[in-house]
């Protein structure tokens, strides 16, 4: 399930809690009188065979149930909340996965919350405190569903969520699977203090050896069903939770040992808006992380755009140097195959996609497979764009501020650039990538993406006038010579401060210095700023912002353009975004000023020597 898969609440508060505390009438098995015995672990079920040498080598793809599950699209749901989720709907699903995208990639098909719970979320447990598929959803059982899937060629996935279920607990009295003396009283903290991002788990205790015993007899579970994908869910701090109560960390670095020792490569995949804080936690113990809540609406559609899909421009840049072979930034569902059922125009349906290719991030989509339509599948099945999902290309990153009209890029081992234009403003307008925001001068071969088209050359930079929330992506070659600039530190004496600027430490910036407290009328102004020629420069400024802050920048007695920064992810990491000043010949004077908010921190500034 998703930052939302109990109760629904509006659409910007943690969407919905949907895990209940459904403690009274739980249907738990009652525990027998005797502990588990010695295991008798049964052969994996299912084959092994392609796995990648490096876990996560690339981004996943595939489908997910919960877009569909959470929707209030007419006739999806038709016994009530979450009532899709069935064992006929997910085999559908993957039959039309396997005939339709599986010759472009996709593989997984991810069956998320409610497997064990029927249809008035009423959970159910076998006699360890494990989860047991609902007999009416799932009638068959997990395992056979797992075989159905792999025997068309796929991979399955399984949810959970974090800590063990209130339900489960069973007054403490039921064993824990392959233990001589392990109850569930024995896993978690005496005060049952609760966790995750629904508070409907207990949360458990790994000082006490018996709560990575639970942890092991739920990975050995999956593994001998068959699964090679779990989603652990609510996991903090993230999911809108914080503090010791709801740290899970343990609860991953649990499941990352169990899961090695299954023998069965299980991808495992966490969320939601998960602690930037913790990456390195993320990064050792999971496969892939969600940096965000939910992109679903819990609405009549799939999506909306302004509910969270537009979200992911100004969330995304501070985790984009995080991704990579062994772990990825999860942006959630890619919800473009249908647009009456996604509820988005065709322009806003391409730029969900070409942020998510560039970004790297998994290319799961949620939609009703036997019903895309021929624009939707266009978009899911390029090849050049899947391509660059997939490819060794590093993901894409904002070299423009965070402002309605954005460029990310990338820059590809063979030299060339990945370059995507994006207007995110709600009426058309033109978007300029400029060559010296790449790093080059002069001509440029460009070639469309999602056209499969080559557009020639194009010198100094390329505009596009793009529709409300349209974009284009292309692949830029360059053929001109290497900018060459000069740097002006923030904290040069030549430099005007103002208000409550200061100079301040910082090791991770040029000549270790900064230039801080640019607050509320704080001030920095580069005097001395010397171009041989008048003309609008593509200025790059480098910055740390553990948020996302604005500010105006001018130059010489000109008024203030405002920019917003994206976030760098903490205070200690330097980024670069290139915005164009127009200077005149000889000496001038360009200005990054507060005004009544607060701006970055500046390291440095680097002009252009010539246009």
């Known amino acids: 399930m998703r930052s939302s898969s109990y109760t629904v609440l509006p659409a910007r508060t943690l969407r919905a809690l949907v895990v209940l505390a459904l403690t009274a009438g739980a249907t738990t098995a009652v525990a027998p009188t005797v502990h588990a015995g010695t295991r008798t672990a049964s052969a994996t079920a299912s084959s092994t065979a392609d796995v990648p040498s490096t876990p996560a080598a690339k981004p996943y793809m595939g489908w997910s149930s919960w877009s569909m599950q959470s929707s209030k699209y007419p006739g999806l749901n038709p016994d009530g909340d979450y009532s899709y989720l069935t064992e006929a709907n997910v085999l559908k699903q993957a039959d039309a996965l396997a005939a339709k995208l599986k010759k472009y990639g996709y593989e997984y098909v991810n069956i998320d919350a409610g497997w064990w719970r029927d249809k008035t979320w009423k959970p159910e447990f076998d ?227 070409t942020l998510w290719a560039i970004a790297k991030s998994p290319l799961y989509t949620g939609d009703d497979l036997t019903r895309l339509d021929s624009y939707g599948l266009s978009l899911l099945t390029n090849r050049e764009v899947i391509a660059l999902n997939q490819g060794s290309n590093p993901p894409a990153h904002p070299v423009t501020p965070s402002d309605p009209q954005q460029v990310w890029a990338s820059k590809n081992p063979d030299g060339t650039y990945t370059v995507a234009l994006f207007n995110l403003a709600a009426k058309p307008a033109s978007v300029t990538a400029a060559w010296a925001a790449l790093g080059f001068t002069g001509k440029a071969a460009v070639r469309d993406l999602w056209n499969h088209e080559n557009l020639g050359a194009y010198k100094d930079k390329i505009t596009q006038a793009l529709p409300a929330h349209g974009s284009r992506l292309f692949t830029v070659d360059p053929k001109g010579e290497v900018l060459t600039t000069t740097a002006y530190e923030a904290e040069r004496s030549a430099n005007t401060l103002a208000g409550n600027a200061s100079v301040a430490d910082c090791s991770a910036c040029s000549d270790d210095k900064k230039v801080g407290n640019l607050y509320q009328g704080g001030k920095l102004t580069f005097n001395d700023i010397v171009v041989a020629k008048a003309g609008t420069y593509q200025v790059k400024i480098a910055y740390i912002s553990g948020d996302a802050r604005s500010a105006q920048v001018s130059a010489n007695t000109g008024g203030g353009t405002g920019h917003k920064f994206p976030s760098t992810g903490d205070w200690g990491t330097v980024a670069t975004v290139s915005v164009p000043v127009t200077l005149k010949a000889g000496s001038n004077t360009i200005t990054i000023d507060s005004g009544t908010g607060y701006a970055p921190d500046i390291d440095r500034i680097d002009v252009p020597k010539t246009l």
């Open 127 to 353: 006699q360890y405190a494990r989860q047991k598929a609902d007999s009416v959803r799932f009638p068959h059982g997990m395992k056979t569903v797992a075989d159905l899937i792999h025997a068309k060629g796929l991979k399955a996935g399984i949810y959970l969520p974090a800590g063990l279920e209130k339900e489960a607990y069973n007054d403490g009295r039921t064993p824990i699977w392959n233990t001589d003396d392990c109850t569930t009283a024995d896993i978690v903290y005496d005060d049952l203090r609760t966790t995750n991002g629904w508070d409907s788990s207990y949360k458990l205790d790994f000082s006490r050896p018996c709560a990575q015993k639970y942890i092991d007899s739920q990975a050995q579970l999956f593994a001998d069903w068959g699964y090679d994908f779990l989603k652990l869910d609510g996991v903090g701090p993230g999911s809108g939770k914080s503090g010791e109560q709801y740290d899970n960390v343990a609860d991953v670095a649990a499941w990352h040992k169990a899961i090695a020792v299954t023998g069965r490569p299980i991808h495992l995949e966490l969320s939601w808006s998960l602690d930037i804080g913790r990456i390195a936690d993320w990064k050792k113990h999971s496969q892939g992380w969600r940096i965000d809540t939910d992109v679903e609406c819990y609405c009549n559609t799939l999506v909306s755009w302004e509910n969270s899909v537009d979200d992911r421009w100004d969330d995304l840049p501070a985790w984009t140097r995080h991704a990579g072979p062994g772990g990825w930034n999860d942006l959630d569902s890619l919800d473009v195959g249908n647009g009456e059922m996604d509820g988005l125009t065709k322009a806003e349906r391409q730029s969900y996609a």
